[in-house]
């Protein structure tokens, strides 16, 4: 059996799953590379974050000692697909493109990743699952609101892309939100459908939750709606785990947090699909995009397979 043209094999694919785990006909869970990157406005190089998450995920362990077992068996296999071309397209022509290239990978019983460059290339990947899922909350792990209707004149900037989520009706839950301008405070407040944790509500030792995640991570499982698609800005993170950004701010998730909040999303409404991006890879350092692809495994080893099915 070989793997069918368009699909990436052990030397290039996620955690370098080998043959024939990693085919499309068999495989559970589904790897989408979009190096989309237009907008970005601070330090820019996301458009090679999917590659650099792709080349780290190949060294993380693929027994999960927490679970006790090897996530990509449960799944029956990890297939990566070859990186999506955008040949130059930008903004709603780029968005388009990710909606067309995820629609058809989305079928029962299979779980898609997609890993873009800046946030806007989420965009299309939300479009993607809210067709299919048009009950599903969006949770955002964010530093930032993205709630700006334009930023620089450009309704498709990564500072606006979640405008363009409530805009379309669907239900938002922020999570580690602290950089945000006042348009974007009074759309909150004016909007039934947003729920915004700040990173300084639910981190702080001194706020309400005490900075605990057992305090604060059940709370974020109230908001939801229905089914959870995670749209997972690495920024969100503190930045001293994860540095490599297109905007790095201080204050954020650590690495337990993170895990505890995904297991609860999990467990608790399911996750129906996922996408990260906005990791800006600095030569010669590893470890934010290791962090990365590790988080994408432990998160994959957390979601219920077959969930659709139910
Ligand atoms: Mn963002």
């Not at 006790?68 to 297939?79: H, I, K, L, M, P």
């Not at 029962?108 to 067709?131: K, N, Q, S, Y």
């Not at 993170?258 to 990791?279: H, K, N, W």
Request: net charge negative.
């Amino acid at each position: 059996m070989t793997l069918p043209e368009g699909w990436l094999g052990p030397e290039q694919n996620f955690l370098g799953i080998d043959e024939p785990w990693c085919h499309p006909q068999q495989a559970g869970v589904y790897v989408l590379p979009v190096p989309y990157e237009h907008t970005s406005s601070y330090v820019s190089g996301s458009a090679r974050g999917p590659s650099a998450i792709l080349e780290a995920s190949r060294q993380v362990e693929l027994y999960d000692e927490q679970l006790g077992s090897e996530t990509y068996q449960r799944w029956n296999g990890v297939a990566t697909a070859a990186y999506l071309d955008l040949a130059g397209k930008v903004d709603k022509a780029a968005v388009d493109s990710i909606e067309a290239f995820v629609r058809p990978h989305m079928k029962p019983g299979r779980f898609v990743v997609t890993l873009t460059g800046e946030h806007t290339g989420a965009l299309g990947a939300i479009r993607a699952h809210a067709r299919r899922w048009p009950n599903l909350c969006v949770v955002q792990v964010d530093a930032h609101g993205d709630l700006r209707q334009a930023y620089q004149g450009n309704p498709y900037s990564h500072a606006s892309v979640m405008a363009r989520v409530v805009e379309e009706g669907l239900p938002l839950i922020q999570v580690g939100i602290r950089s945000i301008s006042p348009e974007e405070i009074n759309l909150i407040r004016s909007t039934k459908t947003i729920t915004t944790f700040f990173a300084a509500q639910i981190l702080d030792p001194a706020g309400p939750y005490e900075g605990r995640a057992t305090k604060w991570v059940p709370e974020v499982v109230k908001a939801c709606s229905g089914p959870v698609y995670l749209t997972f800005d690495c920024d969100g993170l503190d930045a001293s785990l994860v540095p490599a950004l297109g905007t790095p701010e201080p204050g954020g998730l650590g690495w337990y947090d993170t895990l505890t909040l995904v297991t609860a999303l999990a467990e608790g409404p399911g996750m129906i699909g996922m996408d990260v991006s906005e990791i800006a890879p600095i030569e010669g350092f590893v470890a934010p995009q290791f962090a990365i692809a590790r988080l994408i495994y432990r998160i994959l080893g957390r979601v219920r397979t077959g969930f659709d099915r139910h």
